[in-house]
């Protein structure tokens, strides 16, 4: 982020990366606006503002719609969320028949819905897949060993994924004292007999090294990880 020109962080908390921003802009969370949330399984929900966001916050579509005005675009003029929505179903024939008035029974529509007569789709693929021959086309991959394994000078596998406590950067869970008591800080869990034999104890702090950098984190001594592999959460 260093070597950016210029940058503009939109968010609703300040964050680490915020420090590196020329201009920050405030949004609003889920719980301070109108809108639609679609998810995996292509539903997409309603959602209704329950309390104000706070100081100068602003709708995602409205700090859109100011930068594209101040850009000299048209078509960003905006009152409603629900007039984003249908701009946006305008232009995405799959989702053309969504319409406020339809989701906003409990159960909602699932996409595609390319009328306004249509029901949605909850089940894709019921009778035929998308092909021209309505059959699944599958094809056979060649096996492709990893670009980097553990060798004589990093002999470690390291894992990383997530934990039960957090989401991502930690940048909104952390906030929260139950989960940040869970889980205040980064740490690694490595096998107890790997740790025996680097002299590692418990909570620890040690220096991770890998080919791409360098981290201090604690040590987790546990059996719930395999001989030779590291595991640490990306948050």
Request: proline share 6%.
């Amino acid at each position: 982020l260093d070597k950016l020109d210029f940058l503009v962080i939109q968010d609703i908390y300040w964050t680490e990366s915020c420090q590196y921003a020329d201009v920050v802009l405030p949004g609003t969370c889920f719980a301070e606006k109108d809108g639609t949330f679609t998810s995996g399984e292509r539903r997409v929900n309603r959602v209704r503002k329950a309390v104000d966001g706070p100081g100068e916050s602003k709708y995602d579509w409205e700090i859109i719609g100011m930068l594209a005005k101040k850009m000299g675009l048209k078509g960003f003029d905006w009152k409603t969320a629900k007039d984003v929505w249908d701009d946006m179903r305008a232009c995405t024939p799959g989702q053309f028949g969504v319409t406020y008035e339809k989701i906003e029974k409990p159960e909602a529509i699932h996409w595609p819905c390319p009328t306004i007569e249509h029901p949605g789709t909850p089940i894709l693929h019921r009778e035929k897949f998308a092909a021209a021959d309505g059959l699944g086309t599958m094809f056979g991959l060649e096996y492709k060993p990893p670009a980097e394994v553990a060798d004589a000078e990093y002999p470690y596998t390291l894992m990383t994924g997530r934990c039960i406590f957090h989401y991502h950067t930690r940048t909104q869970t952390d906030r929260c004292p139950d989960l940040h008591r869970e889980v205040p800080e980064s740490y690694i869990q490595i096998n107890t007999k790997d740790a025996k034999e680097l002299g590692i104890r418990q909570h620890e702090k040690i220096k991770v090294t890998s080919r791409r950098g360098v981290t201090i984190t604690t040590a987790r001594v546990s059996d719930d990880v395999a001989q030779k592999v590291l595991y640490m959460p990306m948050y």
